[in-house]
């Protein structure tokens, strides 16, 4: 077997390889590299779908003639609309796709604006979005008018490099990034020491002789510096001048162009001064701010890394193969896009979950902290589903398959927590609009300083217009809020929160009002069958056997705690309907009769009822009198079985109430439940106001009445049974057991379920904004402050350098303050 004789470099995109622990395959009776299992499950997978075509043409390089190059770019990306590569990037239904890119060379606001508004000029594209912190785009698009191939050289053509988003390459991408950043840091930082010391020199005992002229020695030292300082704008601040390029390229001013424009500027002036003989030279203030904004932008790529952390752990966490159970007993290691609903796997001690699955053999104990934010280990056993990304933490279970990855519960939280920051507050939409206009601003005052002090006959116009160029700094607004929302956005998930909807984030500040269901939101959602009361002599077997084939199709609490799985057959059943927050029914279809059965709350079964006898109607009275929950059996119009239930309150209930309160917020209790039960329960948790036998419609109306009363109101309840009051609150919170994720439209997930994270959630909510009010008050304060001292030539272009990069970096200090900031209550 061959070695690869490029294995210091990937295979598939051409990154660094680890030369000590590289991912290796064999293609062809040669050994490739790769920087990571990603790039090699890719290839693996070109290879097996016979497209191995796709990297001769790419070694081919491409042809001079235009036409013919448009063509090789299509041929080349054309193997990302292979249905085998889309498996582990593109989701979507039958009319559209859906897949996240990498966006290489997103620099400001300006690039985001450009990439946007060209791809929705593009027919078939239905959507598209792209977060200027993570450098990932989301692009929807109709498969029948467009093809991914398509799009991903639309993004080309306009000067930027897109690829589908794979977490490990992604991790790999941001290291290379961070070691070229380093190498230009350092480059600067060493390399400019001579002519810093040249200028520190000529401080001291620098300046024209008594004759007017400079010594020799200063003389050469203007000469090396001006050499030096070209070396430096060549390579550590190429980045700047190619971003203007593609930027004029597109009739786009981003916001490299005052950089460039000083530093060009400041250059050009100081060449003159040095051919000439005569003037001041400005090399040293030139490599400090070439230095101060690659130190700057180094801070901001850490912000951007540690923003986007919890979402990569996220990613990551799922395995990129599984070992599958064939019909034969034999277990084969398979490449996870390869697993089907229905395949058997095997998951040892120790290993990850590869993807949603139902445990069929044995019992162990998993960890599911990295999605739900629980620490403690959680018991399964048969019949329990597991979550993709927990990790087995005992023994070996076997378990079936319920989705592919794409699907799974873990792709789906990604998926909802990205979507959710495209949802932004309105200090965001203001500042992304007056960021991308502040660079002409720039621009204007830049020339109108020019003109003025041109007109006045100083000689220092050119300097003080260089100054004013750079110790502006947009780039400081246009980080104020979308760094701190996404470390935010990181920080919920990290404490096990979903935030599906960001801009919300004003309104849970000022909430004044906060309503629980009791079921499964304030009690622990698994009520206990405490009694059965039978009101007509039946066959029990065959009534609960036809009652547990109703409950199947139920999500409610009640239901899924009488849901036998391992019930027999029931009768023939058709026509099953749920009523949202008042039961379930369904026709039950027997040789001798057709009839209606009906099971839930007593206010709904009763105006079903026919001749009830008064025995009856006493163990209806004493069941409503009781301090239980209760649900009644209706077969056509007679009443069957009174069942009655017990539901213990949640460990976090009594704690959550408490801190609300604290917080100024007032907690009401809002159920269906009898009066008894629900008064009970509110006492016991010291909530003063709460309301009982309510349907769905009454909730929702007394959350409108409050509303018009000028009140905030919030809520917290299942997300299914809640639906209709939680979408018109005005922030909602729902808890969720990873079932629904996908038809969940709350604007925060509670994905542990703990009620502890609402007071938490609430008091992040306010840290948020106070920081994004800090970052944007601190970004017009500086520029309201440092454009007029620049502007009356008391700002020297070295202070000028210092200043544009501190504003950045305070604002990128600031932010990151989220991800260690304690959550007291507020």
């Not at 959630?761 to 440092?786: C, E, R, V």
Request: glycine share 6%; charged share 20%.
């Amino acid at each position: 077997m061959k070695s690869d004789s490029h294995s210091s470099h990937c295979f598939h995109c051409g990154l660094p390889v680890d030369a000590s622990n590289p991912e290796k395959l064999e293609i062809h009776g040669e050994e490739k590299h790769f920087c990571c299992h990603g790039c090699k499950a890719v290839c693996k997978t070109i290879i097996d779908a016979g497209l191995e075509k796709y990297y001769q043409s790419r070694d081919l390089g491409v042809n001079s003639n235009q036409q013919q190059n448009i063509q090789a770019l299509l041929d080349k990306l054309s193997i990302y609309d292979n249905k085998s590569v889309q498996k582990s990037f593109v989701h979507g239904k039958d009319n559209w796709q859906e897949a996240y890119l990498i966006l290489e060379g997103i620099r400001c606001s300006a690039c985001v604006w450009l990439n946007e508004l060209h791809l929705r000029q593009q027919a078939g594209v239905l959507d598209v979005h792209i977060d200027d912190i993570t450098q990932r785009a989301r692009v929807r698009w109709d498969p029948e008018k467009i093809a991914l191939s398509q799009i991903l050289a639309t993004i080309v053509s306009i000067g930027y490099e897109a690829h589908p988003y794979e977490p490990s390459h992604y991790l790999e991408l941001q290291k290379e990034n961070k070691r070229k950043n380093l190498q230009r840091i350092f480059y600067t930082a060493i390399i400019g020491m001579i002519p810093m010391h040249f200028a520190v020199a000529t401080w001291f005992i620098g300046g024209p002789n008594d004759h007017g002229q400079f010594e020799n020695w200063e003389i050469n030292g203007r000469w090396v510096s001006m050499l030096v300082t070209l070396t430096i704008l060549v390579y550590p601040a190429q980045e700047f001048f190619f971003g203007v390029w593609s930027d004029l390229k597109r009739r786009v001013i981003g916001m490299d162009v005052p950089i460039v424009l000083g530093l060009s500027s400041a250059y050009l002036l100081s060449v003159q001064s040095t051919i000439s003989g005569s003037g001041e030279v400005y090399y040293e203030s030139i490599i400090m701010f070439v230095l101060f904004i690659l130190l700057a932008r180094r801070l901001e790529q850490q912000a951007r890394v540690r923003a986007s952390d919890q979402l990569e752990r996220l990613a990551l966490a799922q395995p990129v193969d599984a070992n599958i159970v064939k019909p034969d007993g034999r277990i084969k290691l398979v490449s996870v896009l390869d697993l089907s609903p229905g395949d058997t796997i095997q998951i040892l001690a120790g290993q990850h979950i590869p993807v949603d699955c139902e445990i069929i053999e044995g019992q162990s104990s998993f960890n599911e902290s990295l999605i739900t934010g629980e620490s403690r280990a959680i018991d399964h056993g048969p019949g329990d589903t597991l979550m993709a990304g927990s990790v087995n933490y005992d023994q070996p279970v076997m378990a079936s398959v319920i989705s592919s990855e794409m699907e799974s519960t873990i792709a789906e939280i990604t998926r909802l927590a990205e979507s959710g920051l495209e949802n932004k507050p309105v200090q965001s939409l203001i500042t992304d609009k007056v960021a991308v206009r502040f660079v002409l601003f720039i621009l204007l005052i830049s020339f109108m300083t020019a003109l003025f002090w041109l007109f006045q006959g100083n000689s220092d116009w050119l300097v003080i217009t260089v100054s004013v160029l750079i110790v502006t700094c947009p780039c400081a607004l246009a980080l104020a809020v979308p760094i701190a929302l996404t470390l935010s956005a990181s920080r919920y998930l990290k404490n096990g929160v979903l935030a599906m909807n960001m801009s919300i984030l004003n309104k849970v500040k000022a909430i004044d009002l906060f309503v629980f269901d009791k079921t499964g939101t304030l009690t622990r959602g698994k009520p206990e069958l405490i009694e059965t009361l039978w009101l007509k002599d039946v066959a029990r077997k065959d009534v609960l056997s036809t009652l547990n084939g109703l409950l199947a199709h139920s999500e409610h609490p009640i239901a899924k705690s009488l849901y036998n799985r391992e019930a027999g057959q029931p009768r023939k059943l058709e026509n099953i309907k749920n009523i949202v927050g008042q039961g379930i029914q369904g026709t039950v279809i027997t040789d001798s009769k057709t009839e209606v059965w009906r099971f839930g709350r007593y206010d709904y079964v009763a105006e079903f009822i026919v001749d009830i006898e008064p025995w009856q109607q006493e163990k209806i009275s004493q069941a409503k009198a009781g301090n239980y929950s209760f649900s009644c059996l209706l077969a056509g119009n007679q009443v069957l079985a009174i069942f009655l239930f017990e539901d213990s309150l949640r460990k976090d209930s009594r704690q959550t109430i408490k801190q609300l309160i604290e917080m100024g917020i007032k907690p009401v209790i809002l159920s269906g439940d009898t009066v008894k039960t629900v008064s009970s329960v509110a006492t016991e948790l010291g909530i003063d106001e709460y309301a009982a036998n309510m349907s769905p419609q009454q909730k929702m109306n007394w959350v409108v009445d409050q509303q018009s009363r000028g009140k905030t109101v919030a809520m917290v309840g299942d997300g299914i049974n809640d639906a209709p009051t939680l979408a018109c609150a005005d922030v909602s919170f729902s808890l969720s057991d990873s079932t629904a994720l996908a038809n969940n439209h709350s604007d925060f997930l509670l994905l542990a379920a703990n009620l502890k994270s609402i007071p938490q959630s609430i008091a992040l909510a306010g840290k948020t904004l106070k920081l994004i009010k800090q970052n944007i008050g601190w970004a017009i304060f500086y520029n309201l402050i440092a454009i007029p001292f620049a502007i009356a030539g008391w700002v020297p272009p070295w202070v000028a350098a210092i200043g544009m990069s501190a504003s950045s970096v305070m604002v990128v200090l600031n932010s990151m303050r989220l991800s260690r900031i304690k959550l007291q209550k507020s």
